[in-house]
C-alpha cells in the first residue's frame, strides 16, 4: 500500500512538473510572438486592408470628397494601356532577373563551396555578400554614373576596344538590361549565402558513392546536388521573385520609367499615380492587383515544390 501511494505521489508530481513547464512555455512563446504580431498588425495588415478599401473608392489628398465607385478602379485597370505596359516589363524584369540570380548565385556558391581552406571559403562568401550591405538608391545612385553615355565606367571600357558607346539607360534595347545588370549585383550575395547554407547540408557520403562509381562533375550535380538542394531553390526562388516584384529604388533613380516606359515597372507606376498624379484610390487598385499576382505565384510555387517532394 504505501508503494503504490509512493508511486501515486510521484506521478502526480511529475504531472505537476510538467504542467508547470508547459505553463512557462507557453507564457514565454506568447511573450515573445505578442510584440511581433502587434508590430506585423501595425505595419503590414492595416496598410494592405487600408489600400484594399481605398481601391473602392475615388479617393485624392487633394479632393474634400472621396466617392465610393465600387469597382470602377479596377475596370478603368484593363483598358489602361500604361498599366499593361507597366505589367509587362515587370514579369519581364522578373522572369530575367530571377533566372540569371538562381543559376548565378548557385554556380558561385558552388565554387566558393568547393574550396578547400575554410577561411578562403569565409572570405569568399563576405567579399559576394558585401554589396547586399550597401542601400540600394546609394548603389542605383553610382551604377547611374558607371552607365553615363559621355564618361562613364563602361563605355570606358568599350573605348579601350575601339568599340561604339552604348547609351545604357536612354536605348530602349538596353535600359532594362541596364537595371537588371545592377540588381544582380546588389542583391547575389544574400541567395550566395542561402545556397552554400544549402550545399553544407548535403551528406558528403553521396558524392562518395558518386566518385565510386564514376560519376562526373556534371552527372553528380544534375543527379545528387539538384535534387537535395529543392527546398533551398525553393525558398530562393519565391523570395526573390516576391523581392522582385516590388522592385523600385533602381527603376525611380536610374530611369524613372524611361525610356518610352520600357522600364516602368508597375511598382514604379503605383508611386507615380499615387503620389505625383495624387489618384490614390487608382493606385490602391493596382496594389490589390499586384499584391494578387505575388499571391498566385507563390502559392502556385509551394504547390510545385510539393508534389515534386511528395514524388
Do not use: C
Amino acid at each position: 500500500m504505501e508503494i503504490s501511494s509512493l508511486k501515486r505521489e510521484g506521478g502526480s508530481g511529475r504531472r505537476l512538473r510538467s504542467q508547470t513547464v508547459h505553463r512557462k512555455q507557453r507564457l514565454f512563446v506568447t511573450a515573445s510572438l505578442t510584440p511581433i504580431f502587434i508590430l506585423f498588425t501595425v505595419f503590414a495588415f492595416v496598410p494592405i486592408v487600408w489600400s484594399l478599401i481605398l481601391s473602392f473608392y475615388q479617393y485624392s489628398p487633394l479632393r474634400e470628397e472621396s466617392p465610393f465607385i465600387g469597382l470602377e478602379n479596377y475596370i478603368r485597370l484593363f483598358s489602361d494601356e500604361l498599366f499593361l505596359k507597366s505589367l509587362g516589363v515587370t514579369f519581364k524584369f522578373v522572369a530575367a532577373a530571377v533566372i540569371s540570380n538562381i543559376i548565378i548565385t548557385l554556380l558561385i556558391a558552388i565554387a566558393i563551396n568547393s574550396v578547400r581552406f575554410r577561411s578562403l571559403r569565409s572570405l569568399f562568401r563576405t567579399v559576394f555578400f558585401l554589396p547586399a550591405i550597401a542601400p540600394l538608391a546609394g548603389t542605383a545612385v553610382v551604377w547611374s554614373t558607371m552607365f553615363n553615355y559621355d564618361n562613364g565606367l563602361f563605355n570606358m571600357i568599350l573605348a579601350q576596344f575601339h568599340l561604339a558607346p552604348i547609351n545604357w539607360l536612354g536605348d530602349p534595347a538596353y535600359a532594362l538590361f541596364s537595371v537588371i545588370m545592377l540588381t544582380l549585383w546588389a542583391d547575389i550575395g544574400y541567395n550566395v549565402v542561402l545556397f552554400m547554407a544549402g550545399l553544407d547540408s548535403v551528406p558528403d557520403m553521396y558524392y562518395e558513392a558518386a566518385r565510386l562509381e564514376g560519376a562526373t562533375r556534371l552527372q553528380t550535380f544534375w543527379h545528387i546536388t539538384l535534387p537535395l538542394l529543392s527546398r533551398t531553390t525553393l525558398f530562393v526562388s519565391v523570395t526573390t521573385i516576391v523581392s522582385y516584384f516590388q522592385a523600385f529604388p533602381q527603376f525611380q533613380i536610374m530611369t524613372k520609367g524611361e525610356p518610352f516606359n520600357e522600364t516602368r515597372v508597375l511598382a514604379l507606376h503605383i508611386y507615380d499615380q499615387a503620389f505625383s498624379n495624387s489618384n490614390m484610390g487608382y493606385a490602391s487598385a493596382m496594389a490589390a492587383v499586384l499584391l494578387l499576382i505575388i499571391l498566385l505565384v507563390t502559392l502556385i510555387q509551394l504547390r510545385a515544390g510539393r508534389s515534386q517532394w511528395e514524388h
